[in-house]
């Protein structure tokens, strides 16, 4: 199975939608709500950066995102800020997070960041895990989200 990584294109946004809602059934506390709230989200985050918003397609079909921003200001350093990564439940387990991730390290190393860093809900606790396993550490908490970071350089 190919998996191709790209910049999304502003007009493919509200497609994906479904993708961002179904991607949160059964965590509707940590997404938008509404639909509405998602196109919302999902434009702010292309609008904060278009270069960190990749999508991977698989035979010509989106079936996953992540939208991060390599130049987020946090404590006053620069980081990578991944805000959000999304796979079809269909496609999960195939390396396509994986290959979304790497290309926004790509991105955040070609840029001098350090540090990868995001926040998760306490309750995702798939998603804890699966950060876990690409090298992510728990750093500290605010309310219900947890803060992961990784470093970027070095070998991996
Ligand atoms: C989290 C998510 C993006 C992972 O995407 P994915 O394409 O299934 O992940 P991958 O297949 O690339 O997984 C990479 C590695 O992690 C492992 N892995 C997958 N799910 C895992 C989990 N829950 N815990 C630990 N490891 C996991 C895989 O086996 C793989 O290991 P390998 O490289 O040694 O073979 C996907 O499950 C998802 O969309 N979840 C819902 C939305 C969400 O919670 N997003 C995060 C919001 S903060």
Same mark, same amino acid.
């Given at each position: &199975? ?5 910049? !999304?294109? =502003? @007009?493919?946004?509200?497609? /994906? /939608?479904? *993708?961002? &809602?179904?991607?949160?059934? #059964?965590? @509707?506390?940590? #997404? ?5 709230? $998602? ?14 918003? *990749?999508?991977?397609?698989?035979? $010509?079909?989106? !079936?996953?995102? /992540? =939208? ?28 396509? #997070?994986? %290959? *979304? &991730? @790497? ?12 540090? %990868?860093? /995001?926040?998760?809900? @306490? ?24 803060? &992961? ?8």
């Amino acid at each position: &199975m190919e998996v191709r990584v790209r910049r !999304v294109r =502003a @007009e493919e946004l509200p497609g /994906l /939608l479904p *993708l961002y &809602m179904r991607a949160y059934q #059964g965590l @509707e506390r940590y #997404g938008e709500s509404t639909e509405e709230e $998602g196109i919302g989200y999902l434009r702010w985050l292309h609008y904060n950066s278009p270069e960190g918003f *990749l999508v991977a397609e698989v035979s $010509g079909r989106v !079936v996953g995102f /992540l =939208a991060c921003d390599p130049d987020w200001r946090a404590r006053q350093r620069k980081v990578l800020e991944i805000h959000e990564v999304v796979v079809a439940p269909e496609f999960r387990g195939r390396g396509i #997070g994986r %290959a *979304l &991730m @790497e290309e926004a390290f790509r991105l955040g190393r070609a840029r001098g960041r350090e540090v %990868a860093s /995001l926040w998760v809900g @306490e309750g995702n606790v798939q998603a804890r895990a699966w950060y876990r396993k690409l090298g992510f550490k728990e750093e500290g908490r605010w309310g219900e989200w947890i803060r &992961m970071c990784r470093p970027l350089a070095g070998p991996r």
